[in-house]
T-cell receptor, first 115, second 114 residues
């Protein structure tokens, strides 16, 4: 079974803090994704990575950056957290072998609250 | 731009009954894939079913089946013999062939009533 893990289930930070969300997958997948999930808005893609050190912006990259130094690990960084970044953050990975029809495997999510 | 619309924020169904969740999408592309994902309460999102747009035959996975109407850009999910474990948030999603960017709808919260 594919396993995607996220470093924290719940996180509380203060406005202006730098926040790191970590995601690790164990299936040697090429692609990794960070989504933000908000009620009534569904999931929105923040960034994705299709290879080590490669990244592309998604629909809502403002206020976020990412890092992928190793294939299995994809980090989401909030340089200066703000209250409007309070949300559920979901990480996902896919093999990249099937040009779009890959299944994306999701982590359990991190519920971030910024005070 | 691709958009995915789920017009039913919440639905409920009696155990053992059948329920249909609606999804429409908008795209100018002809080659794409459609998905239904399930997110149980406090659990990880998992794939329920997938449909290739070039296939006319509707996908089925056990009690889950889709009604794919390409011309109408409609992709509904039918759950037969509903079980308590089907209680979850269901998301419809679209991806263009060759792309990596999934577009999700806003979700339908389904409750199965004992």
């Amino acid at each position: 079974d594919v396993k995607v893990t996220q470093s924290s289930r719940y996180l509380v930070k203060r406005t202006g803090e730098k926040v790191f969300l970590e995601c690790v997958q164990d299936m040697d997948h090429e692609n990794m994704f960070w989504y933000r999930q908000d009620p009534g808005l569904g999931l929105r893609l923040i960034y994705f990575s299709y290879d080590v050190k490669m990244k592309e912006k998604g629909d809502i990259p403002e206020g976020y950056s990412v890092s992928r130094e190793k294939k299995e690990r994809f980090s989401l960084i909030l340089e200066s957290a703000s209250t409007n970044q309070t949300s559920m953050y979901l990480c996902a990975s896919s093999s990249g072998a099937l040009a779009g029809m890959d299944t994306q495997y999701f982590g359990p999510g991190t519920r971030l609250t910024v005070l | 731009a691709q958009t995915v619309t789920q017009s039913q924020p919440e639905m409920s169904v009696q155990e053992a009954e059948t329920v249909t969740l609606s999804c429409t999408y908008d795209t100018s592309e002809s080659n794409y894939y459609l998905f239904w994902y399930k997110q149980p309460p406090s659990r990880q999102m998992i794939l329920v079913i997938r449909q290739e747009a070039y296939k006319q035959q509707n996908a089925t996975e056990n009690r889950f089946s889709v009604n794919f109407q390409k011309a109408a850009k409609s992709f509904s999910l039918k759950i037969s013999d509903s079980q308590l474990g089907d209680t979850a948030m269901y998301f419809c999603a679209f991806i263009q062939t060759g792309a990596n960017n999934l577009f999700f709808g806003t979700g339908t919260r389904l409750t199965v009533i004992p």
